[in-house]
């Protein structure tokens, strides 16, 4: 009788609440490994997501400033086959003022205004474009203003007021190259590029804070230019004010 008694203790003992509570305990703390290791996983998702996001935005900011570099480079690139078109232009006047003056019979020598050299014009011209191509704004920003002084009347001036406009703000001066900026524009009014030209105005007319030629620049640029996108984005502008 004896040893069937611990046998059967042993099968009660397994079968009572108490050791149902055992069992219970185990596969509770199984689930809370397991959801603490799901939890785990979870935040590691949501870190490499987060890291996505920021690389994502990083090579965002990356792309606008390639995109905006690639415009310049277009930019210069055009005007130097605008350059390059009035060299040989130039040329071909120089030369046949020079056989006119061969044709022509001596006369009395008499004072005359020193004339300007077509080729030196266009040789200071592209040196200024050089220094900008190289990202030597302040040399450039100097270039085009001698460009300006010596040459006012040069078939180039616009284009030497607005490139000396960016080189200016290039180099972070921004007090001339509003200046020249709003000149181009009140000069060349009908250029493709004037509207460019009042929205670089008010850039750095926002460097230096200078609020009242900030309203009035959004309005002229929204007035003169209202379907140009620089326009109307003055339009939005002025709008929130």
Do not use: C
Not at 91 to 117: C, H, I, N, T, W
Not at 121 to 133: P, W
Not at 134 to 156: C, D, N, R, V
């Amino acid at each position: 009788m004896r040893k069937w008694l611990g046998p059967l203790l042993l099968a009660a003992a397994l079968n009572s609440p108490a050791s149902a509570g055992v069992f219970d305990d185990d596969e509770a703390r199984g689930r809370i490994e397991a959801l603490r290791g799901e939890v785990t996983e979870l935040a590691k998702r949501a870190d490499t997501i987060n890291r996505n996001q920021i690389d994502f935005a990083n090579q965002f900011e990356a792309v606008k400033a390639d995109i905006a570099k690639l415009r310049g480079q277009i930019e210069v690139l055009t005007y130097e086959l605008e350059a390059a078109q009035k060299r040989q232009k130039d040329f071909y006047v120089d030369l046949d003022g020079r056989l006119r003056k061969l044709e022509q019979p001596p006369a009395e020598a008499k004072s005359e205004v020193p004339k300007v050299d077509p080729a030196q014009e266009t040789r200071d011209y592209e040196a200024a474009l050089a220094g900008l191509k190289a990202a030597k704004f302040k040399e450039a920003a100097a270039a085009f203003l001698a460009f300006i002084k010596t040459y006012p009347s040069s078939s180039l001036a616009a284009s030497a007021h607005y490139w000396g406009g960016y080189a200016h703000a290039q180099a972070r001066d921004h007090a001339p190259a509003a200046e020249l900026f709003g000149k181009f524009a009140a000069t060349w009014p009908n250029d493709d590029r004037a509207p460019a030209a009042l929205e670089s105005r008010i850039a750095s007319l926002e460097a230096v804070k200078d609020w009242k030629g900030i309203r009035i620049t959004l309005e002229q640029l929204a007035e003169r230019y209202p379907n140009s996108e620089a326009g109307k984005k003055a339009k939005l502008r002025l709008k929130k004010k």
